[in-house]
Nanobody
């Protein structure tokens, strides 16, 4: 089984930066997608960013474009979320997710598309 472990969350002031990591273990795949989702208290889980593992193409929620960047390290089987210009609205638990097979790019944005999930890491942005 694929296991995902997020790290890098914390407390930052508005305008600050964080870098989240999602390390994978267990079985790896030559082609699948990985995504970041977030969930704030009382809110539904929402899409943040996704990346195709083999190709490196990316997708972002409109609310984070230009501020958050997803990337990967193939050798380490790790995906990152560089978070810049953070806003209080970014406060949430951030989850890493992995898809074990092919899906169309559009479905990267759908939580139910993913097969594996990490435990989440808290990001808090103060004003």
């Amino acid at each position: 089984q694929v296991q995902l472990v997020e790290s890098g969350g914390g407390l930052v002031q508005a305008g600050g930066s964080l870098r989240l990591s999602c390390a994978t273990s267990g079985r790896t795949f030559s082609y699948y997608a990985m995504g970041w989702f977030r969930q704030a208290p009382g809110k539904e889980r929402e899409f943040v960013a996704a990346i195709n593992w083999s190709v490196g193409s990316t997708a972002y929620a409109d609310s984070v474009k230009g501020r958050l960047t997803i990337s990967r390290d193939n050798a380490k089987n790790t995906v990152f979320l560089q978070m810049n210009s953070l806003k209080p609205e970014d406060t949430a638990v951030y989850y890493c997710a992995a898809k074990s097979g092919y899906i169309g790019t559009y479905y990267y944005r759908t939580a139910s598309s993913y097969d594996y999930w990490g435990q989440g890491t808290q990001v808090t942005v103060s004003s």
